[in-house]
């Protein structure tokens, strides 16, 4: 089905990259989470738009994706970075998040600053800011060595070999970090203050998406859809 009556609407890919939870999951097959639910509606009330299906990637993969147009927007609780600035463009913010540290629930290791994670085999999910944290506050600055940084495919795996005890902390999303402390064997030991804003990835030539899709963000805020959906998803 193509348009609603009033002309052409340009038919929407969503790219996401599942298991960060509660803004992307599978659950008994299905794609959903707080982003998923915000992004279907914010490309419902876009001008011009209409949403068509998701497509499922590493987190990593989500920008080589986005730039070869095999996707038209990535919902994944991307942070607005200037990096990713060089290569892709932002919708206007609609989520604020620090980085957390995990660590098993038993007690044993109860770090309280990054500086306690120096010489521990540590993880986080490839190409994430919680890599970028690792990189530049222990590796770059000599406290930790490049063998002790593990980097997963998603979050999932790295809470897995958390729980087994082959890595000692993770570096997560705050609201990530609190969702698996409240499901898993793990819990938050200290959080790294890093006021990050989360934004959905564009292309840098997509002017029209970039307008209608903050057009549609602004719709959903003040219709009371946002509020609906962050007291749906998060407990706080
Ligand atoms: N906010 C962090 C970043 O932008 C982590 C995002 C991870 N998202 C995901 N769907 N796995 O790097």
Redesign the pocket.
């Known amino acids: 089905d193509s348009g609603s009556g009033d002309g052409e609407e340009q038919a929407i890919v969503a790219g996401?990259?599942?298991?960060?939870p509660p803004?992307?999951i599978k659950q008994d097959g299905e794609l959903t989470g707080f982003?998923v639910e915000l992004l279907e509606a914010v490309v419902e009330a876009a001008p011009g738009y209409t949403f068509d299906r998701w497509s499922e990637f590493e987190?990593d993969s989500l920008i080589p994706a986005l730039t070869g147009g095999d996707i038209d927007v990535i919902a994944?609780?991307?942070?607005i970075?200037e990096e990713?600035r060089q290569t892709i463009a932002f919708t206007d913010a609609y989520y604020e998040?620090d980085q957390s540290i995990l660590v098993r629930a038993d007690g044993d290791f109860q770090p309280t600053e990054l500086g306690d994670l120096a010489g521990r085999p540590i993880g986080a999910?490839t190409?994430?800011?919680?890599?970028?944290v690792i990189r530049s506050e222990l590796i770059e600055t000599g406290d930790l060595s490049e063998s002790n940084y593990n980097g997963y495919g998603?979050?999932t795996l790295a809470v897995q070999d958390l729980e087994n005890g082959n890595i000692d902390a993770i570096v997560?999303?705050k609201p990530?970090a609190e969702t698996f402390a409240s499901e898993r064997d793990v819990e938050v030991a200290f959080t790294y203050e890093t006021g990050?804003e989360?934004g959905f990835g564009i292309r840098q030539d997509a002017g029209d998406i970039q307008s209608a899709l903050n057009e549609g963000l602004a719709t959903v805020e003040e219709d009371g859809t946002y509020e609906e959906l962050r007291n749906e998803w998060f407990s706080s």
């Open positions: 996401t990259a599942p298991g960060f803004f992307e982003d987190f994944a609780a991307m942070t970075t990713r998040a999910q190409g994430t800011t919680g890599e970028g998603n979050y997560i999303d990530v990050e989360y």
